[in-house]
């Protein structure tokens, strides 16, 4: 009986034993850890750290002082002036007349990729593409194309031919239309810089949330060794993160031009109230959306 007993105990014990981690390569397969973060990972974080109602005081602070260099200090004409004040330039006509094309095409496998990496994925992906895709091509379609032009439209005329009673048709024949020309270029590039950080930030606390998930299950993992592993894919997985981190440096250079050729619209180009207005109307509707509408309801926020 004795004897019997003890058999008993002794399996327990190897039971026991069996199941506690050990330093074993068994075990330490087993066993998943965080990553350590990188200096790319700690230049996004502090990148995003900055708020945006910080980087919209900027924006207005850098549109009005460019604004008063332009009236007090007229820039010389094109040929004679600075790389920046032709319009000709090489950022303006590869970048900034297609700045929502640039956004929309950086932006779009950012969210998928770094969708792909949270457990919603589905979701996380489908919001984010509402939120600019939809919400916000259609904010910039509405003030752009149809607001501005119209405005344009109602209170100019064309300058060489006044037969000609349309903007565009003014201005394809070479001539030059009169009008109250709101700055479509400080709207986009602002709303696009206001858009692009919004969405780094929503991206950063997503990754925080399942840093901390992340922890939480490696501790389970390590507290109890007879859990197994989830099997992944670790070609599959290294290859999203690769791409999601390198669109997410392409969005953040992509925010970092905008930023730069607003200041540089500010200083050559339109007189102060057309950028003033362009960039109140940016400042605007990225407050309706991202600071009333998106925290208001949950989709698509």
Request: proline share 4%; aromatic share 14%.
């Amino acid at each position: 009986m004795e004897r019997h007993t003890m058999f008993k105990e002794d399996s327990a014990v190897t039971e026991t034993r069996r199941r506690m981690p050990s330093n074993s390569p068994e075990n330490s397969e087993m066993n998943t850890s965080v990553p350590s973060e990188s200096v790319l990972d700690k230049a996004f974080d502090t990148f995003c750290k900055v708020n945006t109602v910080n980087l919209v005081q900027f924006l207005s602070f850098a549109v009005t002082i460019g604004s008063l260099v332009y009236e007090f200090r007229p820039p010389p004409p094109a040929e004679g002036g600075s790389y920046f004040s032709d319009k000709r330039n090489f950022f303006n006509q590869y970048f900034v007349k297609l700045a929502w094309g640039w956004t929309m095409a950086i932006y779009t496998p950012f969210v998928v990729l770094s969708g792909l990496q949270s457990p919603a994925k589905i979701g996380q992906i489908f919001r984010g593409l509402v939120r600019v895709l939809a919400v916000g091509t259609a904010a910039w379609y509405w003030w752009v194309e149809i607001v501005f032009h119209r405005v344009m439209q109602v209170t100019g005329a064309c300058v060489g031919n006044e037969s000609l009673t349309a903007v565009r048709a003014c201005i394809k024949a070479g001539h030059y239309w009169d009008g109250y020309d709101i700055s479509g270029h400080c709207f986009l590039l602002i709303y696009s810089a206001l858009l692009i950080h919004e969405e780094l930030r929503i991206v950063r606390k997503r990754v925080i949330t399942m840093n901390k998930r992340g922890r939480i299950s490696n501790e389970l993992l390590q507290n109890n060794a007879t859990i197994p592993a989830a099997n992944v894919t670790v070609s599959y997985d290294s290859l999203v993160s690769f791409l999601q981190k390198l669109f997410t440096v392409l969005l953040i250079m992509l925010e970092l031009l905008w930023i730069l050729m607003v200041m540089m619209t500010s200083i050559y180009f339109h007189v102060w109230s057309h950028k003033l207005l362009g960039t109140l109307i940016a400042i605007v509707s990225w407050h309706c959306t991202y600071n009333l509408w998106y925290k208001a309801m949950v989709f698509p926020g």
